[in-house]
């Protein structure tokens, strides 16, 4: 009976942890929306409480607006928003940050229904402090990006920070999706296999930093500088790489170095990937591992093509209007999270303590 009741308690946890999953996919989404329709600025205040309801009459909305109309990203770039404009806009930031919200009263709404029914265990409690302070300090970078845009002369925040944003809210899904696989796999799916978890950990570090260049992407608007495909603007490796001073900042703020780096590095990924999946081929898995094992190799094959239609489409962008290139910008995202979770996933099948056969 204490058996039954122990599983009955992992399930509900496991099932906890992918509604967290679940919403931080979502919450990524969110802003990635906010990004792209120039939302980020909108709100330019934080506040925890008060800011969970929008302006509810007309007085408020001017209220709101007024403070808008002190930023930079006003003066300088929207200088024609009318008030229907700015509702457009607050929405979206306003809908992405109750969505955070509602992440946190969904974790802490949980906490307290399994401790209350005596599901978590001992083991539980250490991983689980540390998923709640990856959330606190995902709010708090998330605030110190808006803010980046809301003096002197920033019409967009800045690059680095949103690029930090958005690999933390990263590194906040996989470690809640590591933590629920380890409660939702059972021992006999999982092997060990030295070679290809040597080969996973390196793609998964190689696809972070990738993920990393995707947010600065994001941040210079950096599809725009070369829209071309499969060359740079005519070129394989384009000139002024190396252009600023120092040398390294052309890492994080040479808008055609990120884009240069972040092109090469999805090849390099989709090259690794294929290798891993020919490895994986030529070992004895387990069912679990047979069923998803071509799962990395479809995404990143559908990524790659989204990229390249996002660069593509990348001319016809019109400011504070959707089309093409925002919905392949979003789809853009939203696989490169599923493909993301698929290598944490094969990395933790392949982290077991059987030995393959």
Same mark, same amino acid.
């Given at each position: 009976m204490?058996?039954?009741?122990?599983?009955?308690?992992?399930?509900?946890?496991?099932?906890?942890?992918?509604?967290?999953?679940?919403?931080?996919?979502?919450?990524?989404?969110?802003?990635?929306?906010?990004?792209?329709?120039?939302?980020g600025l909108s709100i330019t205040e934080w506040d925890v409480v008060t800011g969970t309801l929008p302006p509810l009459n007309e007085q408020q909305w001017l209220t709101e607006f007024q403070k808008y109309r002190q930023t930079p990203q006003?003066?300088?770039?929207?200088?024609?928003?009318?008030?229907?404009?700015?509702?457009?806009?607050?929405?979206w930031e306003w809908f992405h940050r109750v969505w955070a919200r509602l992440i946190g009263i969904v974790f802490v709404i949980g906490f307290i229904f399994l401790v209350a029914r005596k599901y978590l265990r001992k083991e539980m409690i250490n991983p689980l402090l540390i998923l709640f302070l990856l959330g606190a300090l995902q709010g708090a970078v998330g605030w110190i990006m808006v803010a980046s845009g809301?003096? /002197?002369?920033?019409?967009?925040?800045?690059?680095?920070?949103?690029?930090?944003?958005?690999?933390?809210?990263?590194?906040?899904?996989?470690?809640?999706?590591w933590f629920a696989l380890r409660l939702l796999v059972p021992a006999?799916?999982?092997i060990v296999a030295p070679e290809v978890k040597r080969l996973t950990s390196i793609i998964l570090v190689i696809l972070g930093i990738q993920?990393?260049?995707? /947010?600065?992407?994001?941040?210079?608007?950096?599809?725009?500088?070369?829209?071309?495909? +499969?060359?740079?603007?005519?070129?394989?490796?384009?000139?002024?790489?190396?252009?600023?001073?120092?040398?390294l900042l052309n890492l994080i703020d040479n808008t055609i170095t990120v884009h240069f780096i972040h092109r090469n590095l999805a090849y390099l990924v989709t090259i690794l990937i294929i290798i891993l999946y020919a490895k994986?081929?030529?070992?004895?898995? +387990?069912?679990?591992?047979?069923?998803?094992?071509?799962?990395?190799?479809?995404l990143v094959v559908i990524q790659v093509m989204l990229g390249i239609f996002s660069i593509l489409t990348s001319p016809g962008i019109i400011p504070n209007h959707w089309g093409n290139f925002e919905w392949m910008a979003q789809l853009h995202q939203l696989v490169a999270m599923f493909l993301l979770l698929s290598i944490v996933q094969l990395l933790?099948?392949?982290?077991?303590g059987r030995q393959q056969a």
């Open positions: 204490n058996y039954v009741y122990q599983d009955r308690g992992k399930k509900a946890v496991a099932i906890w942890l992918m509604i967290g999953v679940g919403m931080i996919i979502v919450q990524v989404l969110l802003g990635g929306i906010t990004r792209l329709t120039g939302s006003f003066r300088l770039l929207n200088t024609d928003f009318t008030l229907r404009d700015f509702k457009f806009i607050f929405f809301l003096t /002197g002369d920033a019409v967009y925040v800045k690059p680095t920070r949103l690029a930090l944003h958005f690999i933390l809210a990263l590194g906040l899904l996989c470690y809640t999706y006999s799916e999982r993920l990393i260049y995707g /947010g600065l992407m994001a941040g210079h608007k950096a599809a725009t500088v070369a829209p071309t495909w +499969p060359t740079i603007n005519g070129m394989w490796v384009p000139d002024n790489l190396w252009k600023d001073r120092p040398v994986i081929r030529r070992v004895q898995v +387990p069912p679990m591992i047979k069923r998803w094992q071509r799962l990395p190799l479809i933790y099948l392949f982290s077991g």
